[in-house]
């Protein structure tokens, strides 16, 4: 949920890896939870932290629905990580 997303924020940002982030970004898109714009805005930014910071905020706005479904594609994406975050 977007308030688990806020409470876990910086520790995702500093945890996720580089081909998580792109494999979320594509999911994430692919079901329509961010847009073309969106995403192109991702693909913009250098650093893999802000990349991060971006995703989450964006999806956060979007309300439960939409951070639902990214903590569901974070899980298939790296269960690990989700572990470690406490998201399981």
Known sequence: TADELLHVRCSLIHGISGPVL????????????????ERDSVDGI????????????????????ASSEM???LLEADPFLCEHLGLM
Do not use: H, P
């Open 46 to 65: 250098q650093d893999q932290r802000d990349k991060a910071r971006f995703v989450i905020d964006t999806v956060r706005k979007k309300g439960e629905a």
């Open 71 to 73: 903590t569901a594609f």
């Open 22 to 37: 792109r494999s979320l970004l594509d999911k994430l898109f692919e079901k329509t939870v961010i847009t073309g714009a």
